[in-house]
T-cell receptor
Framework: GAGVSQSPSNKVTEKGKDVELRCDPISGHTALYWYRQSLGQGLEFLIYFQGNSAPDKSGLPSDRFSAERTGGSVSTLTIQRTQQEDSAVYLC???????????FGSGTRLTVV | GENVEQHPSTLSVQEGDSAVIKCTYSDSASNYFPWYKQELGKRPQLIIDIRSNVGEKKDQRIAVTLNKTAKHFSLHITETQPEDSAVYFCAASKGTSGTYKYIFGTGTRLKVLA
């Protein structure tokens, strides 16, 4: 696609429910990243995928968070048993080898009530 | 671990004045330093970047300087305009392909007063 697409754009869920957030990177981009931005805060690294290498999961805040990338393209971030502190904007970005500079998606605003 | 510190957290300048935002990084292997601008409710957008083989890069009213020895880099905006008002994030990364993760600073909220 022309840009990085994320869905849904907004998600309200009840505490304790599971949610899935989707990211569709720019076609041909080999690297895909997930970040979290709490209200008025910075960009917290969660996980990234580069080609066929094992993902770098060092930023995932707990074992309730997981992500996968199927076929080297679309990625899904799953949050199990959501908590109120999970409320944030979840941003996805992609880039390709040698190009430098992420392109961000418009994010998914997750609200846990 | 990897860390990027950014100062100031907020900055107000009069229209036409210059603005400077400073960042320091901890990982001496870092070799790529992008700057992102995020307007309210929008996604971050890359505005300028610098690689470690140069000390300064300029693009119209925006410039970035890098001091590898001191492990700090700065964003300079000259002749500020109201549309420059936004949150600015610095980041540091490493590796040779451009795809390593970025560690971001905590952001600077810039307000340009008309």
């Amino acid at each position: 696609g022309a840009g990085v697409s994320q869905s849904p754009s907004n998600k309200v869920t009840e505490k304790g429910k599971d949610v899935e957030l989707r990211c569709d990177p720019i076609s041909g981009h080999t690297a895909l990243y997930w970040y979290r931005q709490s209200l008025g805060q910075g960009l917290e690294f969660l996980i990234y995928f580069q080609g066929n290498s094992a993902p770098d999961k060092s930023g995932l805040p707990s074992d309730r968070f997981s992500a996968e990338r199927t076929g080297g393209s679309v990625s899904t971030l799953t949050i199990q048993r959501t908590q109120q502190e999970d409320s944030a904007v979840y941003l996805c970005a992609s880039t390709s080898s040698g190009s430098y500079g992420y392109t961000f998606g418009s994010g998914t605003r997750l609200t846990v009530v | 671990g990897e860390n990027v510190e950014q100062h100031p957290s907020t900055l107000s300048v009069q229209e036409g004045d210059s603005a400077v935002i400073k960042c320091t990084y901890s990982d001496s292997a870092s070799n790529y330093f992008p700057w992102y601008k995020q307007e309210l409710g929008k996604r971050p957008q890359l505005i300028i970047d610098i690689r470690s083989n140069v000390g300064e890069k300029k693009d119209q009213r925006i410039a970035v300087t890098l001091n590898k020895t001191a492990k700090h880099f700065s964003l300079h905006i000259t002749e500020t305009q109201p549309e420059d008002s936004a949150v600015y994030f610095c980041a540091a990364s490493k590796g040779t392909s451009g795809t390593y993760k970025y560690i971001f600073g905590t952001g600077t909220r810039l307000k340009v007063l008309a």
